[in-house]
């Protein structure tokens, strides 16, 4: 009997792993997120699918440690610092946008017939946004470090802190909570503020110390097993104290973010987290009641398109209102019109001290889920129905009829030094760019550029391309630096062209294209640090020198090599820092070593085997 269950528990450990494993790509490479693919996965695998598990709520209470694993790497980032640059953006335009809409969402429940409570815990819950799925959408579209995209950043940050509060209301809205006394509720409150107190001064005296004599031991397990307790201790304490355990590693990893041992505890914690986390959405998607789903499905349908409109429109309202451009807080509005995984945690707890009832839960459970899966399609109805931005060129010139002898394409940092040495001999420079932003601030600085696209062959012929003495690409993307060139060396095959190269890959094709000379944008900047690195060193000037002369003359080989061979050839060119090294001269011999004796013999044999 036992071998039995222990064999059906392991059934269940290999269903979940290869729900998971499945799951997860094919969702991926659809576009729709790994959140969405665990979700689908569990209801799959769940009581109303396949039924390999009977029942998710014991899976959902071991799984919710991912999401206070997931609060503790919050908790570790918010280092005063960054909390005080982002302070405009976190606590007033997320809080702002958060209250807004907890409003409207709260409203559109008591117009349905619900009671406060109930509407607002429902309103309140899809109010936090998905912090997974709207990150992976900036991080495709590349706009995480985007003005925009900061500003995106701030607010997910406020509502992943919202969570702390809206557990702890949850309490206070529980039905048997007005019977309780004032001297009750005072206790409780005293308990949770001294927890939360003493919390604070074990991580201010005591939790450096703790982590600086594990770390002397130099035992790598005990320094997870010691991340992993802090996590779990300090949840532990809330939850006894009655607080919640989310709270608790949040306040423990904010304790810790200025700790010399932060990344160590983040990378310790990580994998915890990951696969939890995926287990805890899983386990969401198990608790998926299909039947209450088809019971309810026209108020399910109604609730999700009413949140969805409703907080689409208090996105963009906020965003309007804070003087926000039309199109950003449009797509603001779409980015974060449906509910998060805070929700699921939201819902549970409110089910569990009887606010909500199970059914409810199941319902609302399926709202936000369905929400979700409607974002990316969402974004691709936005896509298709407004159009792309045009840039305002208001105070810009276009690039039409120039005429210097010097066309420099791309005016970023590394153009605008490479500009320099021209203008300081009077040579007659043509400056275009397609940043606009960028052209305007230049001309603060006392700099003509132009507007254009270097990869149009028509702004290159505007550009004077063709009347010019030379080209300098100047671009920071590799491949558009690559198309400029073989389109300029097409049209205009003896005009003298330089580039600009991100990389050796990038420079191999340059070169290939059939640029005069190309320059990796880093290489002669670290021959320079890596020269005043010897010297600082007490080697002498001199050698120094001639060392560097060195290296740039084993560049050279070895990039010859690899055009001849390609991107992994020439690796004999190259002095690692691992292995047995080969001595080999500062400069090259007049004459070919001899061998005196048989041994020697030997090994210049297998030195010239191996070159």
Same mark, same amino acid.
């Given at each position: =009997?036992?071998?039995?269950?222990?064999?059906?528990?392991?059934?269940?450990?290999?269903?979940?792993? !290869?729900?998971?494993?499945?799951?997860?790509?094919?969702?991926?490479?659809?576009?729709?997120?790994?959140?969405?693919?665990?979700?689908?996965?569990?209801?799959?695998?769940?009581?109303?699918?396949?039924?390999?598990?009977?029942?998710?709520?014991?899976?959902?209470?071991?799984?919710?440690?991912?999401?206070?694993?997931?609060?503790?790497?919050?908790?570790?980032?918010?280092?005063?610092?960054?909390?005080?640059?982002?302070?405009?953006?976190?606590?007033?335009?997320?809080?702002?946008?958060?209250?807004?809409?907890?409003?409207?969402?709260?409203?559109?429940?008591?117009?349905?017939?619900?009671?406060?409570?109930?509407?607002?815990?429902?309103?309140?819950?899809?109010?936090?946004?998905?912090?997974?799925?709207?990150?992976?959408?900036?991080?495709?579209?590349?706009?995480?470090?985007?003005?925009?995209?900061?500003?995106?950043?701030?607010?997910?940050?406020?509502? *992943?802190?919202?969570?702390?509060?809206?557990?702890?209301?949850?309490?206070?809205?529980?039905?048997?909570?007005?019977?309780?006394?004032? &001297?009750?509720?005072?206790?409780?409150?005293?308990?949770?503020?001294?927890?939360?107190?003493?919390?604070?001064?074990?991580?201010?005296?005591?939790?450096?110390?703790?982590?600086?004599?594990?770390?002397?031991?130099?035992?790598?397990?005990?320094?997870?097993?010691?991340?992993?307790?802090?996590?779990?201790?300090?949840?532990?304490?809330?939850?006894?104290?009655?607080?919640? =355990?989310?709270?608790?590693?949040?306040?423990?990893?904010?304790?810790?973010?200025?700790?010399?041992?932060?990344?160590?505890?983040?990378?310790?914690?990580?994998?915890?987290?990951?696969?939890?986390?995926?287990?805890?959405?899983?386990?969401?998607?198990?608790?998926?009641?299909?039947?209450?789903?088809?019971?309810?499905?026209?108020?399910?349908?109604?609730?999700?398109?009413?949140?969805?409109?409703?907080?689409?429109?208090?996105?963009?309202?906020?965003?309007?209102?804070?003087?926000?451009?039309?199109?950003?807080?449009?797509?603001?509005?779409?980015?974060?019109?449906?509910?998060?995984?805070?929700?699921?945690?939201?819902?549970?707890?409110?089910?569990?001290?009887?606010?909500?009832?199970?059914?409810?839960?199941?319902?609302?459970?399926?709202?936000?889920?369905? &929400?979700?899966?409607?974002?990316?399609?969402?974004?691709?109805?936005?896509?298709?129905?407004?159009?792309?931005?045009?840039?305002?060129?208001?105070?810009?010139?276009?690039?039409?009829?120039? &005429?210097?002898?010097?066309?420099?394409?791309?005016?970023?940092?590394?153009?605008?030094?490479?500009?320099?040495?021209?203008?300081?001999?009077?040579?007659?420079?043509?400056?275009?760019?397609?940043?606009?932003?960028?052209?305007?601030?230049?001309?603060?600085?006392?700099?003509?550029?132009?507007?254009?696209?270097?990869?149009?062959?028509?702004?290159?012929?505007?550009?004077?391309?063709?009347?010019?003495?030379?080209?300098?690409?100047?671009?920071?993307?590799?491949?558009?630096?690559?198309?400029?060139?073989?389109?300029?060396?097409?049209?205009?095959?003896?005009?003298?062209?330089?580039?600009?190269?991100? *990389?050796?890959?990038?420079?191999?094709?340059?070169?290939?294209?059939?640029?005069?000379?190309?320059?990796?944008?880093?290489?002669?900047?670290?021959?320079?640090?890596?020269?005043?690195?010897?010297?600082?060193?007490?080697? *002498?000037?001199?050698?120094? !020198?001639?060392?560097?002369? *060195?290296?740039?003359?084993?560049?050279?080989?070895?990039?010859?090599?690899?055009?001849?061979?390609?991107?992994?050839?020439?690796?004999?060119?190259?002095?690692?820092?691992?292995?047995?090294?080969?001595?080999?001269?500062?400069?090259?011999?007049?004459?070919?070593?001899?061998?005196?004796?048989?041994?020697?013999?030997?090994?210049?044999?297998?030195?010239?085997?191996?070159?």
């Amino acid at each position: =009997m036992a071998a039995e269950a222990s064999g059906s528990d392991l059934v269940q450990v290999v269903a979940l792993l !290869a729900a998971g494993v499945v799951a997860v790509p094919i969702f991926k490479r659809m576009g729709l997120g790994s959140i969405l693919g665990y979700l689908a996965a569990g209801v799959v695998i769940g009581p109303f699918g396949l039924r390999v598990f009977s029942e998710s709520e014991a899976i959902l209470h071991v799984a919710e440690l991912g999401v206070v694993m997931f609060l503790f790497i919050i908790g570790l980032e918010m280092q005063p610092s960054r909390l005080w640059s982002l302070r405009r953006e976190i606590f007033g335009l997320g809080a702002f946008q958060v209250g807004v809409c907890a409003v409207l969402l709260t409203g559109v429940g008591m117009a349905g017939g619900f009671p406060v409570s109930q509407s607002f815990v429902a309103g309140a819950g899809f109010v936090l946004t998905s912090t997974a799925i709207v990150m992976q959408l900036l991080e495709e579209r590349g706009e995480i470090a985007s003005p925009k995209g900061q500003r995106i950043v701030s607010i997910l940050l406020l509502e *992943d802190l919202a969570i702390v509060p809206l557990l702890a209301l949850i309490a206070f809205l529980a039905p048997g909570g007005a019977d309780t006394s004032l &001297s009750e509720r005072l206790t409780e409150v005293g308990i949770g503020l001294a927890a939360i107190v003493g919390l604070v001064v074990a991580g201010r005296y005591l939790l450096n110390p703790f982590f600086r004599i594990l770390a002397d031991a130099r035992a790598r397990e005990v320094m997870t097993a010691a991340a992993l307790l802090v996590v779990l201790g300090s949840a532990l304490a809330m939850q006894l104290s009655g607080l919640s =355990m989310a709270m608790g590693a949040f306040l423990a990893g904010v304790l810790l973010s200025e700790s010399t041992f932060r990344h160590q505890l983040e990378a310790d914690i990580e994998p915890f987290r990951g696969i939890l986390l995926g287990l805890f959405f899983l386990a969401v998607g198990m608790s998926l009641d299909l039947h209450v789903v088809a019971a309810n499905w026209k108020l399910i349908a109604i609730y999700v398109v009413a949140y969805m409109a409703m907080k689409t429109f208090g996105i963009y309202a906020v965003a309007r209102i804070l003087k926000t451009g039309h199109r950003e807080a449009l797509e603001r509005a779409v980015f974060m019109a449906q509910g998060g995984e805070f929700a699921f945690v939201l819902y549970s707890a409110a089910a569990a001290v009887g606010i909500i009832d199970n059914q409810a839960n199941a319902t609302l459970t399926a709202i936000v889920i369905i &929400s979700m899966v409607l974002t990316p399609l969402a974004i691709v109805a936005l896509r298709y129905l407004t159009p792309r931005d045009e840039q305002s060129l208001d105070g810009v010139d276009v690039a039409d009829g120039l &005429s210097g002898s010097v066309l420099i394409i791309g005016f970023g940092r590394f153009g605008q030094i490479a500009s320099q040495p021209l203008l300081l001999r009077g040579i007659d420079v043509s400056i275009i760019d397609n940043d606009v932003e960028m052209i305007q601030a230049a001309a603060d600085f006392g700099f003509k550029v132009y507007y254009g696209d270097g990869t149009r062959l028509d702004i290159l012929h505007a550009a004077g391309a063709g009347r010019a003495r030379a080209v300098l690409i100047c671009v920071d993307k590799a491949d558009v630096a690559v198309r400029i060139a073989e389109l300029v060396k097409a049209e205009f095959p003896l005009l003298t062209v330089l580039a600009r190269a991100f *990389d050796r890959g990038t420079a191999l094709q340059l070169i290939r294209v059939g640029v005069d000379f190309q320059l990796r944008e880093t290489f002669e900047s670290a021959l320079v640090f890596g020269g005043s690195a010897l010297e600082s060193l007490g080697v *002498d000037p001199e050698d120094v !020198a001639e060392t560097i002369e *060195d290296v740039r003359r084993r560049d050279t080989d070895r990039f010859e090599t690899q055009l001849a061979e390609g991107i992994r050839a020439g690796q004999r060119f190259l002095r690692g820092n691992i292995g047995t090294p080969i001595p080999t001269p500062l400069s090259t011999p007049r004459r070919a070593g001899q061998a005196l004796n048989e041994e020697t013999a030997g090994v210049l044999h297998k030195s010239e085997t191996a070159d």
